[in-house]
């Protein structure tokens, strides 16, 4: 089981730092302004 937890966390962290540059990518390609957006909650 601790083997598994181990894992478990460190596939969380890699989805976070994809989740993180995609939207990197994404605001500074052709998505502007998508970071306020999801700060402020539009669906603009």
Known sequence: ???IHVL?????V???I???A????A???NDKGII?????G???
């Open 14 to 16: 890699a989805f976070i």
């Open 8 to 12: 478990g966390v460190y596939y969380l």
């Open 22 to 25: 995609g939207l990197l990518i």
């Open 42 to 44: 539009s669906n603009d």
């Open 27 to 29: 605001e500074f390609t």
């Open 18 to 20: 994809i989740h993180i």
């Open 1 to 3: 089981m601790e083997e």
């Open 36 to 40: 306020s957006r999801i700060v402020r």
